[in-house]
């Protein structure tokens, strides 16, 4: 297990639990102002979209050509974007920074 520190959509930060192999997405979708994650994880609709810290986004492996894929078709995207359905939890994350992005 390890931490996950989160600025929500209301700008608040947080901190939440992780589990090592769980999606990150598992671990946002239940506070306030976190994810929607209406596909469950399926990464085929964008409601996990997330910014990672610029410190953070070079130690997760890359995205997938189906993340890459939906993020093209976000309006949101900046540097830093990822789905947390596809950001497997390591204990290599522990303290990882992200902010949830703004609903679609």
């Known amino acids: 297990m390890g931490k996950i520190r989160v600025t929500d959509r209301a700008g608040k930060q947080v901190e939440v639990l992780a589990i090592a192999g769980s999606p990150v997405m598992y671990s946002l979708r239940n506070i306030d102002n976190g994810v929607d994650a209406i596909c469950g994880g399926l990464c085929s609709c964008g409601t996990c979209h997330v910014y990672i810290a610029h410190d953070w986004a070079s130690r997760l492996p890359p995205p997938a050509e189906d993340e890459v894929e939906l993020l093209e078709e976000l309006e949101n ?11 497997r939890f390591t204990e290599e ?11 679609e």
């Open 77 to 87: 995207t900046r540097e830093g974007s990822r789905l947390s359905c596809q950001i």
């Open 93 to 103: 994350l522990d303290g990882l920074e992200l902010e949830v992005a703004p609903e």
